[in-house]
């Protein structure tokens, strides 16, 4: 039995293979690499009730991961996730069998830990001493944090606008932080520049393939927590598609395996209105998407005008026969309020897309009452103060207790 089964990688544009050895970024095609396992072998010397003892984090699917040696693991406890079941709040929109798989308690707030995780142990056992990436925040403070633990050096280039919770999150961790007066595409220039002049490797999202690995494990996770089957539906909050990439992965590979049926989740890819070019792509038909213009949400994980890994994306809602649907501003907000209300749970405005979603995919009959459906919610609301606005009185100490609210009642 090996620590894992990975075997190569491949592009899945062109089809070229490359080793498992090589320090590798994108194809000389420009598309994303995938791993790739021995699934065969590992079919024959590994069942899947072999993980059920393991340590509830996501190294318990250690065969599917590309960390060759357990030494080279860098961990915080990451993984194995609450699925938890939104009775009031499924009720409330008709489909009672809700669930809400909550990345907000994973290390860092948010499931940039997962990809940041897997990606910063790969780096280790690679050799690799200094890694840089642009970025809108989150996965800049879970790469600069696990970087630190791993004992690599992390140069981490994010826009001014970011928000400060995760500028300090780098800055905490000893990385080397600079801000750019621009955009996170303005912020890529600037480490395109620093690849050429050092022997730094790139950890932009998609440009180094095991970030994809981690994502996956969320995939795993589901499949053992609803005991090796698929649910109907899962909802996705996707930005550079870099989950849905890794769960459609993790189904197909856990499939081969024959450790679930023939049954694939249907795959939703949820944006937002001010930043939807996998919706348009989607509703054309499209294999790849088109560069988003002036794109602007107030969820910024999700704030991604054209991804690398679209034609991943678009290619795991076809084949899932999924669907993919942009959600305002507004409408996630107040449903981030409600689902605090209501069901205790002060989600990411990301995450909160995929409940409005839920609802309006059930009034249109798509999702049917009674299916499975998992909304996807991937951090905490912690990350976002500023997205919750607070009237509330202040009281004289003589003064009597008012009544401002008494909760949502259902
Ligand atoms: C990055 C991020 C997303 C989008 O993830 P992708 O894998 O890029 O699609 C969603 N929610 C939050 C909170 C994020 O930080
Ligand atoms: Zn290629």
């Excluded at 480490?191 to 002049?197: D, F, L, S």
């Amino acid at each position: 039995m090996s620590y894992s089964y990975v075997s190569h990688l491949h592009c899945p544009k062109c089809q070229k293979k490359y080793s498992k050895e090589e320090k590798l970024q994108l194809c000389s095609c420009g598309a994303p690499l995938l791993v790739d396992y021995d699934l065969k072998t590992l079919s024959q010397e590994v069942e899947r009730k072999d993980v059920i003892g393991r340590n509830p984090d996501l190294w318990r699917y250690h065969e599917l991961l590309p960390v060759e040696d357990p030494d080279n693991v860098v961990t915080l406890g990451e993984g194995m996730t609450p699925l938890l079941s939104m009775e009031k709040a499924g009720r409330k929109m008709g489909i009672p069998k809700l669930f809400m798989k909550d990345e907000g308690v994973i290390p860092t707030g948010t499931f940039k830990a997962r990809g940041a995780a897997v990606g910063v142990s790969k780096a280790k056992e690679l050799g690799i001493e200094n890694l840089v990436m642009p970025t809108n925040g989150n996965a800049g403070a879970a790469w600069s944090l696990y970087a630190a633990r791993g004992g690599i050096k992390a140069s981490i280039v994010m826009p001014v606008d970011a928000p400060e919770i995760t500028r300090k999150e780098v800055a905490v961790s000893g990385a080397n932080l600079n801000l750019v007066n621009g955009l996170i595409s303005d912020a890529g220039k600037i480490v395109g520049r620093a690849v050429q002049k050092y022997d730094f490797f790139d950890v932009s999202t998609l440009k180094e393939p095991y970030r994809i690995e981690g994502k996956k494990t969320m995939g795993l996770e589901i499949a053992e927590q609803f005991n090796w089957k698929a649910p109907d539906v899962i909802l996705y909050p996707a930005g550079g598609g870099v989950g849905i990439i890794g769960i459609y992965k993790a189904f197909l590979e856990l499939q081969e395996l024959g450790w679930i049926g023939e049954k694939l989740p249907r795959l939703v890819a949820v944006q937002a209105e001010g930043c939807a070019p996998i919706v348009q792509a989607w509703k054309e038909n499209k294999k790849e998407s088109e560069f988003w213009e002036n794109s602007k949400t107030i969820a910024f994980g999700i704030n991604v005008p054209k991804a690398l890994g679209d034609f991943l994306v678009l290619e795991a809602l076809y084949s899932t026969k999924g669907c993919a649907i942009a959600i305002d501003d507004a409408s996630l907000l107040k449903e981030q309020e409600q689902l605090a209300a209501l069901e205790g749970c002060f989600i990411c405005p990301e995450g909160a897309s995929t409940f409005v979603a839920a609802r309006r995919l059930r009034e249109s009959g798509w999702i049917k009452e009674d299916e499975t459906v998992v909304a996807l919610n991937t951090g905490t609301g912690l990350k976002y103060p500023n997205t919750v606005q607070v009237e509330v009185p202040t009281l004289e100490p003589e003064e009597e207790l008012q009544w401002v609210s008494d909760g949502v009642k259902v």
